[in-house]
């Protein structure tokens, strides 16, 4: 069976489950990668997650600090390098296990071991003790002022499923590893595992014994997930009523879907940039035409590259209006970002000066990488950078796949010139840094795929860790930012901007900056 069967298959089946007003049917581009909670850093898996594991503290859907599995947390008033964090009572797992101490204990040295895609949050943690059945205590290498920013998203696992299920051990992804873990879950969250069919179908229920039932709406009681990457098809979907919320409405269908009766378009800035990176780093690298050296590692033709990439024209044609234009690779929500920075000028002429200057006035080849399966527009955004290139020389092969395989050649080195896009959980530049732009070792830099390597950087990355004084550790910050820009080993496109496609009587507070629905928040009328 072809995939566009299967995708109407499984909307066929989900329309057969007899949805009522408490079933909402999700569609978006593409699945979660895996339910292991600590395998993959990234959205969309997040996303279903947050439906069936929970962590010690979320953002709600206005991106404001929530009380989760923890109730309370505060820096020790004896020992300046400890947060204790007072854990909920009460709280059963999905298999009705006790969720104590022992289970946060477990599920941050589990996040923190080498195949984790979580560590680089926990770099500056070095031990996590349970002080009693529900109180946590995380000792830092120095007084850390924003640790709890780093946990919205670390899920907490029940020690003894994991165990008894063979899988203590984080999934290797990139390594193409398959565990238990991967298509099951057991958490704490307001929605349980029914069925998982990855890439096709999955299934959730309300968990009826769930602690925050006098807490949220709770409306949602069925969740029934479909990914339908063909964006006509995710559209015609929503139109014809065999799905109620599709996350992302794509550019040209915006009119279309808003001017439905009964369906509606909710738009907001989403905390994600889009960008390139580049290998700086290499002597030489495998996807250009260029022998024995690398034109990357020549800052001007990185600078030239930036120069040529028009970004209104993106704006405009491509995201239609739905997109803001970026100079940095932080979202405007982000302490770190200023205004000025996040600005780019595009000029061909004085790109294709600087090609000359660096001994490329000829050009050359090379590949670029895409994924055609994650970002809005991804692909055709992709498409008009190949064009952008060629006017300064640079003839781009374009090679677009999913995300699944994507991703895995940037965090496994084996990608020269590649499309990402960076959300900020923590609303700090440390994530940033952190996992783009320190040394790749093996609890920093997972996703620097550029080579770039600066002991005085990677000195100053760890220090924003410990500074307690908030205005030194700006600074730092901006001194970061500044060999960021300098370097320009990453080429920003542009912010995100979200549209959730949804019928009139799904309500939500507000849109998700983080792109990440909880569905427990949702009202249904």
Not at 57 to 84: C, H, K, Y
Not at 154 to 161: A, P, R, V
Not at 233 to 262: K, M
Not at 404 to 419: K, S
Request: with cysteine.
């Amino acid at each position: 069976m072809k995939k566009t069967g299967i995708l109407a298959a499984a909307l066929l089946a989900s329309t057969s489950i007899g949805a009522s007003a408490e079933t909402i049917r999700w569609a978006r581009v593409g699945d979660a990668l895996t339910l292991d909670p600590h395998s993959q850093n990234e959205g969309p898996s997040h996303t279903m997650r947050h439906q069936m594991y929970e962590p010690l503290i979320i953002r709600d859907m206005s991106g404001a600090f929530q009380g989760a599995l923890a109730t309370d947390w505060a820096p020790s008033e004896s020992d300046p390098n400890v947060w204790t964090f007072t854990l909920r009572e009460g709280v059963k797992f999905h298999d009705g296990a006790d969720f104590t101490a022992e289970d946060v204990v477990f599920s941050f040295e589990r996040a923190m071991t080498p195949t984790s895609d979580m560590k680089e949050l926990l770099s500056s943690i070095v031990e996590v003790r349970a002080v009693d059945d529900y109180t946590v205590e995380f000792v830092t290498d120095g007084p850390n002022p924003i640790l709890p920013s780093n946990f919205t998203n670390l899920f907490i696992m029940d020690k003894d499923w994991t165990e008894a299920n063979n899988t203590v051990e984080v999934q290797d992804f990139e390594g193409g590893e398959i565990t238990y873990a991967t298509v099951n879950a057991n958490g704490t969250g307001p929605y349980r595992l029914v069925s998982r069919e990855p890439e096709v179908r999955t299934v959730l229920s309300i968990n009826e014994d769930y602690w925050g039932a006098d807490e949220f709406p709770l409306e949602v009681t069925e969740i029934v997930f479909t990914p339908i990457q063909n964006a006509a098809t995710r559209v015609a979907a929503l139109l014809s009523g065999e799905v109620d919320f599709i996350q992302d409405v794509p550019v040209q269908d915006l009119s279309r879907v808003s001017e439905t009766d009964g369906l509606r378009v909710e738009t907001a800035p989403q905390n994600r940039v889009i960008f390139f990176g580049i290998n700086m780093g290499a002597d030489d690298i495998e996807a250009d035409n260029v022998e024995g050296a690398n034109p990357f590692a020549d800052v001007r033709v990185r600078q030239a590259m930036n120069m040529a990439i028009n970004r209104d024209a993106i704006q405009q044609v491509v995201m239609r209006g739905q997109s803001q234009p970026a100079g940095m690779i932080a979202p405007p929500f982000v302490n770190g970002w200023t205004e000025e920075l996040d600005t780019a000028m595009t000029d061909v002429e004085a790109a294709k000066a600087l090609m000359e200057e660096a001994g490329y006035g000829d050009g050359f080849s090379v590949r670029l990488d895409c994924p055609n399966d994650r970002y809005i527009n991804d692909e055709a955004i992709c498409q008009a950078v190949v064009g952008m290139m060629a006017q300064i020389g640079i003839t781009v092969n374009l090679d677009a796949k999913s995300r699944a395989l994507h991703f895995p050649l940037i965090t496994d080195g084996l990608t020269d010139f590649y499309m990402l896009g960076w959300g900020v959980p923590t609303y700090d530049s440390e994530y940033i840094f952190n996992f783009l732009l320190h040394t790749r070792t093996g609890d920093r830099g997972s996703w620097n795929g550029t080579g770039f390597s600066n002991a005085e950087v990677d000195e100053m990355i760890v220090s924003l860790a410990s500074e307690t004084d908030l205005d030194v550790r700006n600074e730092t910050i901006a001194t970061i930012w500044d060999v960021v820009q300098t370097e320009t080993m990453y080429l920003p496109v542009h912010h995100q901007v979200l549209n959730w496609g949804l019928a009139d009587g799904v309500g939500i507070p507000q849109v998700d900056p983080e792109d990440q629905p909880k569905f427990k928040f949702f009202t249904m009328n």
